[in-house]
């Protein structure tokens, strides 16, 4: 992985400095609210219902075993001994004291990690397939071209107050992992007809109050232009975007009421006035590119007999390697997933002493390395099948490895009423009793790919719109109700669910979850997936169940 | 009245004229963007020199072709939140090849100075907020960047 220069750990040392004076002007009484405010979200800290939020920055979702000790150090001595993964990569803690937060950076600076840009109307930490370098349909590895984005994203003088906030996610494999198409910008590794790989472009997606899927600006964008290209639309968003109203700040928005065109030609217009300037060149992309090169494979992991054994003897063991584990490129090695959604758990939390462990396996298993995933779970990206059933053994042991990713309890939940001051309604609860309804694993498995997601309000923190199953919590004369969402898809037939019919009650949800997988079962055909099954028979059947019995 | 120019703390005698003041027939002035263009001819024989405050959502492409040779356009910054002052600047220096100074001016905090000087400002209002010192500071909050701008 990307190893900091002395330029960048001075760049975030710096940045730990003017963030300790900007907290001290604060409580000198030297900055208001307001600017405070503004300077605080940029370092990722926000000001919550109990306490404030701080969201730390996970580059692209990759992280080293030193870093996670560090992220359970300060869980343990700064926080209540937890943190929180998030859809877009990152790491949050939900205790943390304001007069501390200085402090936890400068920790965090120590192995290289940093709070810059997790929040604010800036450009955001840039986000991808979590598979990235491993999985078998990759066409390049987007990682080099997310830390090369990073760079240029990180303190960018002249677009560190944007109308709004700005997410940039890359995709480098056939099947969109990162949720590109839901991104202000997102970027596509494509090969064109000559054989050259470059990018594919797509602008104003994004998710939120109004989700709208993201529209293809450039069909193929050379490498040597990838910085000069964003430099240009997010110039025209600078200047351009409305700043009248905050929920219609987004570049969507834009997109939506200039039309693609209009706006296709300004970025045009801006970026042959400028294209040349911000060259990227071959060898600057080589360079980087040498920071991501796989890790020493061993060329005959596959001819150990061991895991198909273990495989046969035990049944729990092959459920797991079934659900929770992935194919890898090289022969002999899958990508084991994490499961950060235990049945009593709040999904993506992990303890201190989880991390610690984490970091150990990962040592021991996988290079050193883990990546935090969109779904708001972990990935071992490199583990020899030999190795997997001793890493189950351990991950089992931790509460780890609940076999569900991919399936209806692989919730992505944000963290509701309980943590939020924008919630209207509790999410962490609602997912709780799906779990209990859903605890019979044969039943979960036969159910296949569903994606429940929940958000405690229309902000859409866990992306309801495009859950294959979304659950929206809305405020009705103080109750919390939840409005119900059905066949949204974040992946490549990106689609924005389409709504079932009135809110239902809390004590209703989960008997509606319930009706909604009965008439699945019901009217799929053999290996019908969820989502193919609700295109292919709308949302009516589904609709009759639940407004039925309610 | 103090500013910051060139990275100096300087001595500055320039006012704004608002549009519903007369125009004093010496003296360094700004004026906005709507005045200059349609007084530009009367403006340009008075005594003293005349340079134009720009507000962020004022289209640059006016004033191109007046841009040789003014000798001051002040960026009016009405929030500290509104970022397009600084694509402002950096398109005054880029695209308009403007090199006369560029000074920052309303509601904007200290600790957007080092951004506000790499995108291409050179001159800094002042104020009870940002103290000459502290100004002067913030223009070494870092000493590293990732990205070329102007400066």
């Known amino acids: 992985m990307y190893q900091y220069t002395q330029d960048d750990q001075t760049l975030i040392d710096e940045r730990v400095a003017q963030f300790r004076g900007q907290t001290e002007r604060f409580l000198k009484g030297e900055l208001d609210a307001d600017q405070f405010r503004a300077l605080r979200l940029m370092n990722g800290l926000y000001i919550q219902t109990h306490a404030p939020m701080l969201r730390v920055a996970g580059p692209y979702g990759l992280l080293s075993s030193r870093q996670l000790r560090k992220l359970a150090e300060i869980a343990r001595n700064y926080d209540k001994g937890y943190c929180h993964f998030t859809t877009r990569q990152n790491i949050q803690y939900n205790w943390p004291k304001l007069e501390e937060v200085p402090d936890i950076l400068a920790e965090l600076a120590e192995v290289q990690m940093h709070a810059i840009q997790t929040s604010g109307n800036c450009m955001r930490n840039t986000t991808t397939d979590p598979l990235s370098g491993v999985c078998k349909d990759e066409i390049e590895d987007p990682r080099p071209y997310c830390e090369i984005i990073r760079q240029w994203t990180t303190l960018h003088p002249e677009f560190a107050f944007l109308p709004r906030k700005f997410k940039i996610a890359v995709s480098g494999a056939l099947h969109d992992r990162a949720a590109t198409q839901f991104h202000d910008i997102g970027l596509h590794l494509v090969k064109n007809d000559a054989g050259e790989v470059g990018f594919k472009v797509f602008v104003g997606g994004g998710l939120g109050r109004t989700p709208v899927i993201g529209q293809v600006i450039r069909p193929f964008l050379e490498k040597k232009h990838l910085l000069s290209y964003l430099e240009a639309i997010v110039r025209i968003y600078n200047l351009f975007g409305r700043r009248d109203n905050k929920y219609k700040a987004r570049i969507k928005i834009l997109v939506k009421e200039e039309g693609l065109d209009k706006v296709a030609e300004l970025v045009e217009q801006e970026w042959q006035s400028n294209k040349d300037s911000l060259e990227l060149s071959n060898e600057r992309i080589e360079s980087i590119k040498a920071q991501f090169a796989p890790p020493d494979h061993e060329t005959s992991a596959d001819l150990d007999g061991s895991f198909h054994k273990r495989l046969q003897e035990n049944p729990a063991f092959a459920t797991w390697v079934q659900q929770n584990t992935v194919d890898h490129r090289v022969p002999g090695y899958r990508a084991a997933f994490i499961s950060l959604k235990a049945p009593d758990a709040p999904p993506g939390d992990i303890t201190d002493t989880q991390l610690d462990l984490v970091a150990d396996l990962a040592d021991r298993f996988s290079f050193g390395e883990v990546r935090s995933t969109h779904r708001q779970n972990l990935v071992l990206t490199d583990v020899k099948q030999t190795d997997l059933f001793t890493l189950w053994q351990e991950l089992g042991a931790a509460k780890l490895a609940t076999p569900n990713i991919g399936t209806a309890t692989d919730i992505i939940c944000c963290p509701g009423l309980d943590f939020c001051s924008l919630a209207n309604a509790g999410s962490i609860g609602i997912t709780r009793e799906i779990n209990q309804a859903l605890d019979d694993l044969d039943y979960l498995h036969d159910l296949g790919d569903i994606k429940i997601n929940i958000s405690g309000c229309m902000n859409g923190c866990a992306h309801q719109s495009v859950g294959h199953i979304g659950i929206l919590g809305v405020d009705k004369k103080g109750e919390e109700w939840y409005q119900i969402t059905l066949g949204g898809s974040s992946e490549n037939e990106a689609a924005i669910g389409d709504r079932l019919g009135p809110a239902v009650a809390k004590d209703q949800i989960t008997r509606a979850i319930q009706d909604i997988l009965d008439v699945y079962i019901k009217q799929r055909q053999e290996d019908e997936s969820f989502l193919n099954t609700v295109k292919r028979v709308g949302i009516t059947p589904f609709k009759e169940q639940v407004y039925a019995n309610h | ?151």
């Open chain 2, 1 to 151: 009245m103090q500013i910051i120019k060139d990275k100096k703390i300087t001595e500055d005698h320039w006012q704004f004229v608002a549009d519903d003041q007369d125009i004093p027939q010496a003296g360094d002035i700004t004026v906005s963007m709507s005045r200059w263009l349609n007084d530009k001819d009367a403006l340009v024989r008075r005594g003293g020199r005349t340079g134009i405050r720009i507000r962020s959502t004022d289209q640059l492409e006016g004033i191109a072709g007046d841009l040789a040779g003014m000798p001051l356009v002040e960026l009016d910054i009405a929030m500290f939140g509104d970022g397009r002052s600084f694509s402002q600047a950096w398109l005054l220096r880029n695209r308009y090849h403007y090199r006369g100074e560029i000074r920052a001016v309303g509601n904007y905090l200290i600790d957007q100075i080092f951004y506000l000087h790499r995108t291409g400002v050179d001159a800094f209002q002042l104020d009870e907020s940002r103290k000459p010192e502290a100004a002067l500071a913030a223009l070494n909050d870092f000493s590293v960047a990732y990205q070329p701008s102007v400066n």
